[in-house]
C-alpha cells in the first residue's frame, strides 16, 4: 500500500509523468471510457480527461482517493471521474472500458498483487479490444560489483559499539534485498533479459530464468541489479536502469552470501525466480561461478532466498506444514464473534459492550475493545 507522500513522488517524477501523459494523449479520444487502478489521488485519471477521455473510473483502495475528490473538483473534471473507493477485483462496472490504465508497480512490476490484479481486470473489466497502460515491462538482470550497497549488508552485523557478536544476523539480512541504484560502470557482465512481462496475455504471477551470463569485466562482484524497461505503449517507454537517469523506482539489489573475485570469460550460472505466496513474493536467486568457463573449477556456489532473510520459529514453520491444524487463538475467537455479531443491526457502541461481555479478561472496559472492533469493521463491513 502506498502513502500519501509515495504517490506525490511518483507524481513529481517529471520522466514517470511526462510518460504516462505522452501514453494516454496518444491513447484517448472523445470515445474512451478508461479505468485507471490504483488512482491515489487521481493524477493519471485526470491526465485521462485533460486528454479528452468520455469517463473515468478511478479505483483505490486507500483514504488517498478522498483527496482526489477535491482535486478533480479543482480541476473541473468532477462531471467525467468517478471515484470508487475499493480494490479493483472486487468492483462493477456498468460498462466495459477502453482503456486500463495503471501503475501498480513497487521497485519492480514483480510487487505484491499487481499481476493478478490486471489480469483480473483485463478478463472482466475491459472491452475485447481494450488496451492496457502499461502493455510490456522487461525485466534484467546484471552482476555488479558495489561495494557500498553491499556494505549496508555487513557492517550492521560486523560492526558495533556493544562489544557483541552479531555476526549470525548476517546471513538473514543477505537473503534478502533492498532498493540500490548502480550505474553501468558497476556492471561486471552485460546485461540478461530474464523476463517479459506483456499484459496483454500473461496469465501467471510467478517468473523464473535458467540461464548463464560470462563476466565481461575483471573486478569483484557483490551481486545482482535488476531493474525493468517498460513500454506504456508503442513508442512510449522508460527505464530504471543503470544507463537512465534516476526514477522514483530506482532498482533492486540482491546481494551474494560473500563478495567474489571476478576474471574476465568466467561464467555464472544463474537461477532466479519470483514467486507470489499470499500478498508478497517470495525471492530465489541462485548463483554458481565457475573459473574461466570451466565448470570442472567452481568459485562460488550460492543458494539464496527471501524466505530464509527471515528467522522464523520452530512454531512457524510447523503452521506452514500442510499437515498442521489450525485452530483460532484468542485474537481469532475475538474476531470472529465481532464478524459474528456485525449483523447491521448493532452499533459500534453496542458491540464493544459484548465484546467486553464476552471477553472480560482481554478487555477492561469497551474503549479497549473498540480499538479491535474499528479494525475489523473498516475491513469487512460494507
Known amino acids: 500500500m502506498y502513502s500519501l507522500a509515495d504517490y506525490g513522488q511518483m507524481t513529481a517524477d517529471r520522466i514517470r509523468t511526462s510518460a504516462y501523459w505522452d501514453a494516454l494523449r496518444l491513447s484517448v479520444n472523445s470515445d474512451t471510457v478508461v479505468l485507471e487502478i490504483g488512482t491515489g489521488f487521481g493524477s493519471l485519471a485526470l491526465l485521462a480527461c485533460r486528454a479528452g477521455a468520455k469517463r473515468v473510473y478511478a479505483v483505490e483502495p486507500d483514504d488517498a482517493i478522498q483527496l482526489a475528490k477535491q482535486i478533480a473538483a479543482q480541476n473541473g473534471y468532477e462531471d467525467r471521474v468517478q471515484l470508487i473507493q475499493a480494490e479493483s477485483t472486487k468492483i462493477s462496472l456498468p460498462e466495459k472500458v477502453d482503456l486500463v490504465v495503471s501503475d501498480l508497480r513497487g521497485v519492480l512490476p514483480l510487487f505484491r498483487d499487481h499481476i493478478p490484479t490486471i489480469i483480473d481486470a483485463r478478463q472482466r473489466l475491459l472491452s475485447p479490444n481494450g488496451k492496457l497502460i502499461p502493455r510490456q515491462d522487461t525485466l534484467w538482470a546484471a552482476i555488479v560489483e558495489a561495494p557500498d550497497l553491499y556494505r549496508h549488508y555487513e557492517e550492521p552485523w560486523r560492526q558495533n559499539n556493544l562489544g557483541l557478536n552479531l555476526k549470525h544476523g548476517e546471513r538473514f539480512a543477505k537473503n534478502s534485498w533492498r532498493k540500490g541504484r548502480v550505474t553501468i560502470d558497476a556492471l561486471l557482465a552485460d546485461p540478461i533479459r530474464w523476463a517479459t512481462l506483456d499484459y496483454q496475455v500473461i496469465k501467471s504471477p510467478d517468473v523464473s530464468f535458467d540461464g548463464q551470463l560470462v563476466v565481461e569485466r575483471s573486478g569483484t562482484g557483490h551481486g545482482l541489479n535488476i531493474w525493468f ?6 513508442g512510449v517507454t ?145
Open 229 to 234: 524497461d517498460t513500454t506504456l505503449i508503442e
Open 238 to 382: 522508460f527505464s530504471n536502469g543503470p544507463e537512465a537517469p534516476e526514477l522514483v523506482y530506482r532498482s533492486a539489489f540482491f546481494p551474494w552470501l560473500d563478495p567474489v573475485p571476478l576474471k574476465k570469460g568466467d561464467v555464472i550460472k544463474l537461477y532466479l525466480s519470483a514467486d507470489l505466496v499470499g500478498e508478497d513474493y517470495v525471492w530465489c536467486w541462485n548463483t554458481e561461478v565457475f573459473a574461466g568457463g570451466d565448470v570442472g573449477a567452481s568459485k562460488a556456489n550460492f543458494k539464496q532466498s527471501t524466505f530464509f532473510g527471515v528467522p522464523l520459529s520452530p512454531r512457524k514453520l510447523a503452521q506452514q506444514e500442510l499437515s498442521y491444524q489450525p485452530k483460532l487463538n484468542e485474537n481469532g475467537n475475538v474476531t470472529s464473534f465481532i464478524l459474528q455479531a456485525m449483523d447491521g443491526q448493532l452499533s459500534l457502541e453496542q458491540l464493544a459492550e459484548r465484546v467486553v461481555e464476552r471477553f472480560p479478561a482481554k478487555y477492561a472496559n469497551s474503549r479497549e475493545a473498540l480499538r479491535d472492533i474499528n479494525e475489523v469493521a473498516q475491513k469487512y463491513s460494507g
